[in-house]
């Protein structure tokens, strides 16, 4: 059953390496069909809201990159690898559907496959970031919109809730916005305003989608580097071994 499942896991990984030749073509389409759907009306209009969303997402980056180094996490090798689940993430706005690329991807880093074959689908499903940081801004940006600026009460909540229900989110497109409405109802933020940010929903969701999975290898190659020396892949041979005994 071990080698059965061994070697489907080889043909995936096969196939997916025939696939990846192809996915800047795909991913260049899908960018080109959001941004001609939104127009650069819809840019212009909501502009500020996407362009402080994304300098956010700057910052936790270069956060990510600082704890790498203290680490000992090679940075270049890690952007290098890390770049096609991330330009994918960014394109199809799905953690869950990134989710073999984003293995393959430690794998080739080095990572051990004990390590990335809990973390990574662990992460997928929990470590949500982007989206809690689309949450907060969204918040802030619907306050402003109702002229009824939120205090530092406010604001805590929004955290508290928002970071909570970040990690229930489905890796899937769309579910930012449910994620929203839901953080709105809770804090007393009027629905209406939701509608406005349908409007941006796939551009501020490419972002935090990005960041998400950024922040699940990040976390792997963290504990991978930690754990050094520490765990090693058992090989087949003392799996079969210790099943005889």
Same mark, same amino acid.
């Given at each position: 059953?071990?080698?059965?499942?061994?070697?489907?896991?080889?043909?995936? %990984?096969?196939? =997916?390496?025939? +696939? !990846?030749?192809?996915?800047?073509?795909?991913?260049?389409?899908?960018?080109?069909?959001?941004?001609?759907?939104?127009?650069?009306?819809?840019?212009?209009? %909501?502009?500020? =809201?996407?362009? +402080? !969303?994304?300098?956010?997402?700057?910052?936790q980056l270069a956060i990510y990159c600082v704890i790498m180094r203290l680490f000992g996490v090679k940075l270049r090798r890690?952007?290098?690898?890390?770049?096609t689940p991330m330009a994918t993430a960014f394109a199809t706005q799905s953690s869950a559907g990134v989710l073999p690329l984003t293995m393959d991807a430690a794998r080739r880093m080095g990572i051990a496959q004990g390590v990335y074959g809990f973390s990574l689908p662990l992460g997928a499903t929990m470590n949500m970031d982007g989206a809690a940081i689309r949450i907060a801004i969204s918040a802030v940006f619907a306050a402003n919109v109702i002229g009824a600026p939120l205090d530092l009460a406010s604001m805590a909540q929004i955290v508290v809730i928002g970071t909570l229900i970040s990690v229930g989110t489905a890796g899937v497109p769309g579910?930012?916005?449910?994620?929203?409405?839901?953080?709105?109802a809770q804090v007393g933020l009027p629905i209406e305003t939701v509608v406005l940010l349908t409007a941006i929903d796939a551009l501020v969701g490419m972002g935090a989608t990005a960041l998400n999975i950024t922040g699940d290898l990040v976390g792997t190659a963290v504990i991978a580097k930690s754990e050094e020396g520490k765990q090693k892949d058992v090989p087949l041979d003392d799996i079969s071994s210790t099943v005889k005994e």
């Open positions: 059953l071990y080698e059965m499942i061994e070697g489907l896991n080889a043909v995936t %990984l096969k196939v =997916m390496s025939g +696939v !990846l030749h192809v996915v800047p073509i795909g991913v260049f389409a899908i960018v080109a069909e959001t941004v001609s759907q939104q127009g650069f009306e819809t840019l212009l209009s %909501l502009g500020d =809201m996407v362009i +402080v !969303l994304y300098i956010a997402l700057a910052v890690f952007f290098r690898e890390a770049r579910a930012g916005i449910i994620m929203i409405a839901t953080v709105f």
